[in-house]
Nanobody
């Protein structure tokens, strides 16, 4: 069975930093293209960043220069380092395949105060 377990979210002041983790199991992690997504209340779930099996990264314009996605294939884990956080980054953050193939996990809440 596929497991996607996000962690690391919390309440943080604007300008602060957080590192999110996504621990995965049940599939061939190292050959898959992974993504971080977020969903704010009343909004569509959007792709924030993704990382290919070879380590190539891509970012949404809204987070470019502030967020960094990375992966540890030995631990089947993908990370999202978030710096210079803004109130508009407030959302529940999820990980999944870039294709969104798997069921969504519970996500982790990130709240950025003004």
């Amino acid at each position: 069975q596929v497991q996607l377990v996000e962690s690391g979210g919390s309440l943080v002041q604007a300008g602060g930093s957080l590192r999110l983790s996504c621990a995965t199991s049940g599939f061939m992690f190292r050959i898959n293209h992974m993504g971080w997504f977020r969903q704010a209340p009343g909004k569509q779930r959007e792709l924030v960043a993704d990382i290919s099996s070879s380590g190539t990264t891509n970012y949404a314009d809204s987070v470019k220069g502030r967020f960094t996605i990375s992966r540890d294939n030995a631990e089947n884990t993908v990370y999202l380092q978030m710096n210079s956080l803004k109130p508009e980054d407030t959302a529940v953050y999820y990980c999944n395949l870039r294709t969104r193939l798997f069921d969504w996990g519970q996500g982790t809440q990130v709240t950025v105060s003004s």
